[in-house]
Each structure stands twice: as structure tokens, then as C-alpha cells.
């Protein structure tokens, strides 16, 4: 085996570092050698702006791309959820690592009478909050950005109701707390509790012995929501959520999708069972679906309204 040290590019924040050890450890036991270089990303300073005032999509891994086409690391791992469907020219998906909970969650105070009345939730998530303001059309949802650590100080510190969270990124460092409810009637977004990893795709070294760490069904189900997502947006932040599920038993594929406008009030979900054969396309024939019952009407108007 050649001894090419793999060099794996990460985000700063503790849950992106725990990803890159993640991948560390199952590369170094398959043999290679690795080192990780940490690098901070635009998205993790500029925490004053919601992530769609940004302009940009991929804000998470804009800084890690730059590292691996100037030649700094040869691989960046990412929570997928975050990567744009479109990777930069050069860049190729290398591995999806088997995915973890896919929920999001509810973290709150101890009491849920506000669940019944009027409550102030926080997140800065669009997804998340139409959602939420659908089911709960009487309540005050609040931007809240930064990492993990951050955003559950900011929760602790303020006079909130609650805030969600992904299930997965609170798990895997041990922040979730005993004051949660799994919000089951959410559906996640695409790719969410998946970990990626990137590599240039000239460098056949890097991408083979990550290769051995790709998970199929994971990698499947990720690719019909990432397509349905991409089909939707075209490239615009939007409140999306897809759920792709595997049933060995039957064979069959299932996905959940959702769009909705942002203040929660207009929502259009699809749910279809096909069989595996035809995964290819499902992510996207769900979404023109959608798009000509009434989602391409939604979608200019969250356009219009994300300009303001």
C-alpha cells in the first residue's frame, strides 16, 4: 500500500471535527494514514446574517473546496445535508458513510404548555420553521445560527420556548439533552444524518480507499433526495424536505417530499412507494409532480419573498 498520507480538510466546530476523526479512524483501519487539517468557513464567522441572506448555498464548504482545488487537503467531510447538489467542477462525492438518526428534534425548557398556546421557537433552518408555523400557525419562530455548542447556549441563555435540532448532531457529541421531543411529523432534509466526503477527482488514491467506506442504501436513498431537492430549487434555498427510505423485504423505495412557503400557510407534500429499479428518476419525477401541482407558483413566490 502506498503511504501517501491522506490529508482530511474539516470545519473547526466540534461536530465537524468528531465527522473528521470518524472518517480518520475507519480510513486508519483499513490501513492508511491520514492527518487532519482544520480550516473556518464563512458560515461559522458570519453568524449576523440568516444562511440565505448569504447568497450561497454551499457557505459550509465554499472554504474547504477553495483547500482541496489549491492542493491543502485531499478530502473534506461534510454533514451532507449541508452540500450544495452541485459540487464545484473537479470536486466528486467520494463516500457516503451509513447515516445516523435523521429527526429533528424539539429542545426545550422543561414545559410544553406553550405547545398548546403561543411559544417562541427557535432555528435557522427555512425548512424547519415553515413546518413548524404550519403545524403551529400561532406561535413565533426566531433565526438561530451558529454551530452546535453556540446555538444551544443561545437557547439556554434566552427566554425561547425551545429550538430544534437534528437528532444526529446532538447524539454524536453527547449535547442532547433530557428536555426533547422527536418531531416524527417532520420530514428531514435531504440527505440529513449522512456524512459525505469529497475528493478531487483526479485523485484516484484518495478516492479508492475512501471508496471502502461508502454505504449503499445510504448513498441511494441520499441521491433520490438530493435529486428531488435539486429539481425543486434550482438552486434557490427553499423550505424542502425529502425522506428516502429502503424496504429489503419488499424491495421498494419510499419517499416523503414537502415544499412549503415560508410563513408555513401553503404546503404540498408527495409521498410514493416504487420499486427499486426505478430509483434513478424518483427523486425527480416527485418533484415535477409537485412543481405542476402547484409548486412552481410557490416556488417563484419564495423566490419574490427571499429578496426582499
Known sequence: ??????????????LALWQAHTVQ??????????????????????????????????????TL??????GQ????????????????????????????????????????DFLSDIGTIAT?????????????????VVDLRGNVNTRMQKLNDSNWSGAVFAAAGLERINLK?????????????????AMVVVAMADDSFTREAVSELNHIETE????????????LEGGCTAPIGAFATYDENNDTITLKGVLLS???????GIEKVVPIEEWKKLGFHMAQEILNNGGEELMKNIKLSLKK
Open 220 to 231: 441511494v436513498c441520499t441521491y433520490i433526495e438530493r435529486q428531488f431537492l435539486k429539481t
Open 73 to 112: 487537503v485531499d478530502i473534506a467531510v461534510h454533514s451532507m445535508k449541508d452540500v450544495p447538489t452541485a459540487l464545484p467542477v473537479g470536486i466528486v462525492q467520494a463516500a457516503v458513510l451509513e447515516r445516523a438518526n435523521v429527526l429533528d428534534i424539539l429542545v426545550h425548557k422543561g414545559n410544553l
Open 25 to 62: 479512524k475507519k480510513l486508519n483501519d483499513l490501513g492508511y494514514k491520514t492527518e487532519i487539517i482544520a480550516v473556518k468557513s464563512q458560515g461559522d464567522i458570519i453568524l449576523d446574517k440568516p444562511l440565505y441572506e448569504l447568497g450561497i448555498t454551499g457557505i459550509f464548504t465554499k
Open 124 to 140: 435557522g433552518s427555512l425548512r424547519r420553521q415553515a413546518q413548524w408555523l404550519n403545524k403551529y400557525p400561532t406561535h413565533n
Open 65 to 70: 473546496d477553495i483547500a482541496m482545488i489549491n
Open 1 to 14: 500500500m502506498s503511504q501517501k498520507v491522506i490529508r482530511i480538510g474539516t470545519r473547526d466546530s466540534e
Open 177 to 193: 439533552p433530557d428536555d426533547f421531543i422527536d418531531l416524527d411529523w417532520m420530514i428531514p432534509a435531504p440527505a440529513q444524518g
Open 262 to 268: 415560508i410563513d408555513g400557510k401553503d404546503k404540498i
